[in-house]
């Protein structure tokens, strides 16, 4: 509705409870379509030792 340039930014948390590493993939939306080189790929480590594998990443992009 309002066009422009816009300055995304977002932090997001996974936790992962198995016993192997997974990937996580994020894509920024808009207009309910994939915003094109918005992928992010996060590799969440396996549980080790009876504690779950976790990982943080941060982003930020510019959407015309």
């Known amino acids: ?3 422009g340039t816009y300055n995304i930014q977002y ?3 996974f936790l992962n409870t198995d016993n192997i590493d997974h990937n996580a993939y994020v894509w ?3 207009n309910n379509v994939d ?3 918005t992928n992010s790929i996060y590799a969440v480590p396996s549980k080790h030792g009876g504690v779950d594998g976790q990982i943080v990443g941060a982003i930020n ?3 015309v």
């Open 1 to 3: 509705t309002y066009a």
């Open 61 to 63: 992009v510019q959407i």
């Open 11 to 13: 932090s997001i948390q």
């Open 35 to 37: 915003v094109f080189e």
């Open 28 to 30: 920024l939306r808009k």
